[in-house]
């Protein structure tokens, strides 16, 4: 999977639009990061790249590139 697409995911998650997305990008910062979005994003992991992160794991990334770097 291409950081693009990886992007476009993560968009998608917090419900903005791929502009709004930058690596560095806090987590914290999107209003929609929340459980939610921590729930979208194990469900992601567990479809795309057949990994089940805990919870408590996908709260320590602090930046999108955080998110980005374990989405293999």
Request: hydrophobic share 40%; net charge negative; no cysteine.
């Amino acid at each position: 999977m291409t950081s693009e697409e990886k992007m476009e995911i993560i968009a998608d998650i917090l419900e903005v639009d791929l502009e709004d997305v930058k690596e560095e990008s806090v987590l914290e910062d999107y209003e929609t990061w929340d459980s939610v979005a921590v729930l979208s994003v194990i469900s992601v992991m567990n479809e795309e790249f057949n990994k089940f992160p805990h919870a408590s794991e996908i709260r320590e990334y602090k930046t999108v590139k955080d998110l980005m770097d374990n989405m293999k």
